[in-house]
């Protein structure tokens, strides 16, 4: 019984009651709900066939509670709440991928670019049967993460099985460092600038307001296209340090939550006259785009500042924290959902786009082939919330080269060359408001 009243009383401060519940009434139930729990484990310690490991036992059941909530809400231990941190602020050893468990199975929600998972094809929706021969079926998110990973050069094989295959293939990674520089650029044409964002990481604000200031400095920019597809998400404040960048006032992404203290606005703060971007900006997305990359397509969306081009994006509207635990470990819980600055949900809806452009794979494409569209969406994942409202910088280097190189992305990428064509007509427009601005008697010019 020591080991029941012992784990009675670590559960214990767990316990939310709501204000309108029947205090009393509740506590009684929760005392019988553990008192059960305990004399199953004391049951499993007595009677199972093999010996067990109570802390494993117990570690399984905490996440077997969350993961009954939603999909996104863990239980860290020690060790993998230090790799979360090594993976936000540092660098890890890996293939490269986001994943996710959906009807038990572990699932690709998108490969990391110039990673060994994104070169060897591996796609968003790949359902990963097998890591090194051990079945994936029921396997919690954290295990999966440990299999994957390990140390830079050694080797993991992986069965995969995607819906237009017939059987599962086979695929040998070799571990790579996963780079934390989240940002590459180049020039697409002279007027032109490209800024893909991977994911958002501790520095990919700073990163991504360098490389707009290097830019300007060799010539000023004319317009953005900022790609954000497969782009999984990450940290909420550089999602609004990032769309700060282009908006001087107005809500970036609101959040509420069951308590009071997670009912709060972000808003945009004014950027100094060196810092006002005003060029025509167009985002790209896709369905692999999710989270914290919603939030900025979201925000420069309803404000206007940004054409949206590409297809609906994947639906992740929920907040999720981190909450260090007294023993090292940490909790990954789920705290409250995320608005757009018109107050819509994007929960399991997405982000639908200003122009629809689906991805087309060149016929003579073998690597566009293999890193098509994604199909895997937030609504596709058990247990996720409803939607409750009703309706690293990149060296430029030579540009000949860069445009060399530009001019290959623009060949097989028809979701780019059309934010270019349509990035063109809206610096077009830009240009000619401003000169008819210039002009105008009310602006003190003179007509011509």
Do not use: C
Request: no cysteine; net charge negative.
């Amino acid at each position: 019984m020591k080991i029941a009243r012992l784990l009675i009383l670590a559960l214990l401060p767990l316990v939310v009651t709501p204000a309108w519940a029947d205090k009393n009434t509740q506590r009684e139930e929760t005392y019988r709900n553990l008192e059960i729990f305990s004399n199953v484990l004391m049951m499993l310690q007595q009677h199972y066939v093999d010996e067990i490991d109570p802390q494993e036992v117990i570690t399984g059941a905490i996440n077997g509670m969350l993961t009954s909530l939603d999909p996104h809400s863990s239980y860290l231990t020690p060790e993998d709440f230090k790799e979360l941190q090594e993976e936000t602020h540092g660098s890890f050893s890996g293939i490269g991928i986001e994943i996710t468990i959906k009807d038990g199975i572990l699932t690709v929600v998108s490969p990391i670019e110039d990673t060994p998972a994104y070169r060897a094809g591996l796609k968003a929706g790949d359902q990963i049967i097998r890591i090194d021969g051990k079945l994936t079926k029921n396997m919690t998110l954290m295990d999966a993460v440990k299999l994957l990973r390990g140390r830079q050069g050694t080797s993991v094989n992986i069965s995969v099985f995607r819906s237009s295959w017939q059987e599962l293939r086979e695929f040998t990674l070799v571990r790579d460092e996963i780079p934390v520089h989240s940002v590459k650029s180049m020039e697409l044409r002279p007027e032109a600038f490209y800024v893909r964002i991977s994911n958002f990481q501790a520095n990919t604000s700073r990163d991504l307001r360098t490389a707009l200031s290097d830019q300007n400095a060799k010539a000023p920019i004319q317009g953005l296209i900022l790609d954000l597809r497969n782009n999984p998400g990450g940290l909420l404040d550089q999602a609004i340090k990032v769309a700060d960048l282009f908006l001087d006032t107005g809500i970036i992404v609101s959040t509420r939550g069951r308590n009071p203290d997670q009912d709060l606005n972000f808003e945009a703060t004014p950027n100094e006259e060196e810092d006002r971007y005003d060029f025509p900006v167009i985002v790209l997305v896709n369905s692999g785009s999710a989270s914290a990359s919603e939030i900025v397509a979201g925000a420069l969306q309803d404000h206007g500042r940004a054409l949206v081009i590409g297809t609906e994006t994947f639906g992740k509207g929920s907040v999720q924290t981190i909450i260090p635990m007294p023993n090292g470990a940490g909790l990954r819980l789920t705290t409250a959902k995320y608005y757009t600055p018109s107050g819509d949900s994007i929960q399991a809806r997405g982000i639908k786009p200003d122009i629809t452009v689906p991805f087309i794979v060149p016929e003579n494409d073998r690597h566009a082939r293999k890193n098509g569209p994604t199909l895997l969406r937030e609504k596709d994942l058990p247990n996720h919330f409803e939607n409750d409202r009703q309706d690293g910088k990149e060296d430029t280097g030579d540009p000949g080269r860069d445009l060399s190189e530009a001019e290959k992305k623009l060949q097989r990428d028809n979701q780019l060359r059309t934010a270019l064509y349509i990035l063109k007509g809206m610096e077009m427009v830009s240009r000619n408001r401003t000169a008819m601005g210039k002009t105008s008697p009310e602006s003190g010019g003179k007509g011509q």
